[in-house]
């Protein structure tokens, strides 16, 4: 057994905007190192392929550290109890809530929808030859299509891509953060009160209804519910988009590619899945007792980060895994997770996916990116790898 302890890799910011090779460096040492993330936190940051997949099946790594309940009136309790913080048996019974509304056949019923909200942003892009990509498109199909299911109002919507911001940076002061904590509660807790009062055929009324008649969840769990469904629904697809696009732009051969057979549509949105890997690790999650991963022994309490786009690209898994290969086989790749907490909203995600690429790429015959690559910033988390902006020149 190893005491990997010894070796303690500090990540700095360079793990935001190049997380990709940090891990190739730690995977082929230590597929599971001691690490200090850049946000200070310790933790064991899982690289390999075999590892991260067995961490994410293991009963033993908790969502919640053994014995800790949040303070019920705390910004925590309001939010975060969730399905995605919680572990069984809370974690099914809030699962199967939502689990209906996010099935391929229910979500296939939402193309129309997508397909026409996306040519709607295509419209308006065509007006201009240049545009940041992610303000004018990534960002508001998403955020769109998960507002209108959820009956949110989507003229909030550039309120909550600060908040969500604000989240998942690492980077934001304490002020801004509990500034932002305060709004976001507020904001849910006025929207309920209204949905509660007018209901409508939304899944946020749905889910007011499962709380107050069957009192299946908590208030903090609906406004929690609300919230990761908001954020969740909508910021990795922004980075998929944008950062798929930018894949392409930077693999011009893949795009050509893609441009000539667009039956490899939807294997090319696996392998940008993969290869981009919008969540770059995953949530947090906590050893309930001593465990052995990798051949590491990890003790009680710790931290341990499984790297998604670490696994994506572990050599073991997948040949080249370098290179972005929009007519490969990406079957396997971790980019919604694995196990229990696997995404929900996928089936969601790809259709929203192809049908963005797929209208983007029909309607400008030329794309290119309007600054040198090397003058693209990244958004300071660890969590999502994202794009600040992506600046574009668009031809039809
Ligand atoms: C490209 C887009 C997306 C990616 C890459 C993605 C990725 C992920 C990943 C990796 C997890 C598991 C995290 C972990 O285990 O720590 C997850 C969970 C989740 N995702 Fe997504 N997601 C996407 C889109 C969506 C959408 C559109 C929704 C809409 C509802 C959504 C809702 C959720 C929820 C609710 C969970 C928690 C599931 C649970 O704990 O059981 N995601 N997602």
Not at 21 to 34: F, K, N, Q
Not at 112 to 141: G, K, N
Not at 333 to 361: D, K, Q, S, T, W
Request: proline share 7%.
């Amino acid at each position: 057994m190893t005491q990997a302890s010894t070796v303690v890799e500090h990540l700095g910011a360079e793990y935001f905007s190049d997380p990709y090779s940090v891990h190739a460096r730690l995977r082929a040492e230590h597929p599971v190192a001691r690490v200090i993330m850049p946000g200070g936190t310790p933790a064991w940051l899982i690289t390999g392929y075999t590892e991260a997949r067995a961490a994410l099946t293991d009963p033993r790594l908790l969502k919640m550290p053994k014995g800790w309940r949040p303070d019920p009136d705390s910004w925590f309790a309001s939010l975060d109890m969730h399905m995605l913080n919680s572990d069984p048996p809370d974690h099914e019974r809030l699962r199967k809530l939502v689990n209906k509304v996010f099935t391929a056949r229910r979500v296939e019923q939402l193309r129309p929808r997508i397909t026409a909200i996306t040519e709607a942003l295509l419209d308006d892009m065509s007006a201009r030859q240049e545009v940041d990509l992610l303000t004018a498109f990534a960002f508001p199909l998403p955020v769109t299509v998960i507002c209108e299911l959820l009956g949110v109002p989507v003229a909030d919507r550039d309120q909550f891509r600060a908040w969500s911001a604000t989240i998942v940076s690492e980077t934001v002061s304490s002020e801004v953060a509990q500034a932002h904590l305060t709004a976001m509660i507020s904001y849910f807790r006025d929207l309920l009160a209204a949905r509660r009062r007018e209901p409508a055929d939304d899944l946020l009324s749905a889910l007011i209804s499962a709380r107050d008649q069957g009192d299946r969840l908590s208030e903090n769990e609906l406004l929690s519910m609300a919230w990761l469904l908001l954020v969740a629904g909508h910021e990795t697809t922004v980075n998929l988009i944008g950062s798929g696009v930018l894949a392409l732009l930077l693999n011009p051969g893949e795009l050509a590619r893609l441009r000539a057979d667009p039956a490899l549509l939807g294997g090319a949105v696996e392998e940008l899945l993969r290869y981009v890997s919008p969540v770059n690790d995953a949530t947090f999650r906590f050893t309930g007792e001593p465990v052995d991963l990798g051949g590491v022994h990890i003790g009680p309490g710790e931290v341990v980060l499984v790297s998604l786009s670490g696994a994506n690209r572990d050599p073991s898994r997948y040949a080249d895994p370098e290179a972005l290969d929009v007519g490969r086989d990406s079957t396997g790749h971790l980019a919604f997770g694995h196990g229990i907490h696997y995404c929900v909203g996928a089936p969601l995600a790809r259709l929203e996916a192809e049908i963005a690429f797929g209208a983007l790429l029909e309607r400008f015959g030329s794309m290119t990116l309007a600054v040198p690559p090397a003058e693209l910033r990244w958004r300071p988390s660890s969590l999502i790898h994202g794009l600040e902006s992506l600046p574009v020149r668009l031809r039809t």
